[in-house]
């Protein structure tokens, strides 16, 4: 850290001074969330235990802009309070300048809004492999229905689930929460649920989706030289949408929600700098190790250094130097021709 400060570079070949402000930073650590109060008004926290100058953002699926930022400060134990009155799915985000992480998907259930929308349903994201709970409480009588099917029941506190091969030993009820769950989740189990609470008369419809995580996304330079191109893989994960960051921008390019595996993102660039892929679905969410692009890939930026010439570049210097070199045995030769010509004798003697 005490490498920060001014340096000069002086070019006395050019009269060329060159000064530069150098910062070192601690890479931040990736966030984690937590609900903190888990009924109307929601309270959650963000935290992060390393980095320098950070800056912790809070995101709600489905809106661009932040749902709330907090300024730069340095870790460790810098935490982010958020209080929300809508559900939703919600990350938190933490940058500097060298880094930026994304917690993990929390999914904030609808007991969290003021109010429910009667013919609504709720979204619920799961992830392939593992459980999800549905946020609607039956105390004592109530039923989860899928495709209006019973496939759990509750009646005087006491939890039963009709024969069923497809849900056998794998829906849950909580009689301190009065949660239904569903464990092992499978791609199959993609569809409407519906939760009746019988005891005052509520109904609760839920549209689960399941999700495979999405893997670690890898950035490769495909063409090194202006305008250059840098490409986006990503390899495992269902729902995916893939961003460009550059340093000091908030998002450079985005695509459609796709499914790997072999995802990919083309991107061409003009600017020099520090570029970051991020892959995210509702359940997850990775950001490659960033690559910095140098100022040959800018239109008025040097080559890059130790930079071959493309083979097709090659080639045409060595026809254009084959041409000229045609051309100049052509003249010579018709020079001979006319000076022969007027000066036969000569010539005769030169030839002998």
């Known amino acids: 850290?005490?490498?920060?400060?001014?340096?000069?570079?002086?070019n006395t070949d050019q009269n060329i001074n060159t000064v530069f402000q150098l910062n070192v930073y601690i890479p931040v650590s990736k966030p984690h969330v937590s609900v903190t109060r888990d009924e109307y008004p929601c309270k959650l926290m963000?935290?992060?235990?390393?980095?320098?100058?950070?800056?912790?953002?809070?995101?709600?699926?489905?809106?661009?802009?932040?749902?709330?930022?907090?300024?730069?400060?340095?870790?460790?134990?810098?935490?982010?309070?958020?209080t929300v009155d809508k559900g939703g799915i919600y990350t938190c985000e933490a940058n500097n300048s060298v880094s930026r992480e994304t917690s993990d998907p929390l999914t904030v259930g609808a007991h969290c809004t003021a109010v429910s929308v009667f013919g609504q349903s709720v979204e619920l994201h799961g992830i392939l492999g593992q459980s999800v709970k549905f946020p609607a409480a039956v105390k004592k009588g109530g039923s989860l229905m899928h495709s209006g099917v019973t496939?759990?029941?509750?009646?005087?506190?006491?939890f039963t689930t009709p024969p069923n091969e497809r849900f056998n030993g794998r829906l849950h009820w909580d009689s301190s929460t009065g949660l239904f769950s569903l464990?092992?989740?499978k791609m199959e189990d993609i569809g409407e649920y519906k939760v009746q609470n019988t005891d005052q008369n509520i109904n609760t419809v839920f549209q689960l989706n399941v999700y495979i995580p999405v893997s670690k996304p890898h950035i490769t330079i495909t063409h090194n030289e202006y305008?250059?191109?840098?490409?986006?893989?990503?390899?495992?994960?269902?729902?995916?949408?893939?961003?460009?960051?550059?340093?000091?921008e908030k998002r450079y390019g985005s695509s459609d929600s796709l499914d790997a595996p072999y995802l990919k993102l083309p991107q061409t660039v003009e600017t020099h700098g520090i570029y970051i892929c991020e892959a995210r679905n509702s359940v997850s969410n990775e950001t490659?190790?960033?690559?910095?692009v140098g100022a040959h890939c800018t239109a008025t930026g040097p080559p890059a250094i130790g930079a071959n010439a493309s083979p097709s570049g090659s080639s045409t210097g060595i026809i254009v130097a084959s041409v000229i070199a045609v051309v100049a045995v052509l003249i010579a030769?018709?020079?001979?021709?006319?000076?022969?010509?007027?000066?036969?004798?000569?010539?005769?003697?030169l030839w002998q």
Request: hydrophobic share 30%; with cysteine.
């Open 1 to 10: 850290m005490e490498d920060i400060g001014e340096y000069k570079v002086q």
């Open 46 to 82: 963000c935290t992060v235990e390393r980095g320098t100058e950070v800056t912790l953002s809070w995101y709600r699926e489905g809106e661009e802009e932040s749902y709330g930022s907090y300024p730069v400060r340095n870790a460790p134990h810098l935490d982010l309070p958020q």
């Open 151 to 158: 496939i759990g029941d509750v009646t005087n506190g006491k």
């Open 183 to 185: 464990s092992g989740l």
């Open 227 to 248: 305008p250059c191109t840098i490409v986006c893989t990503v390899e495992r994960g269902t729902g995916v949408i893939l961003s460009w960051y550059r340093e000091g």
């Open 288 to 292: 490659s190790d960033p690559l910095t």
């Open 333 to 349: 030769a018709v020079f001979a021709v006319l000076y022969c010509r007027k000066y036969q004798s000569h010539c005769f003697e």
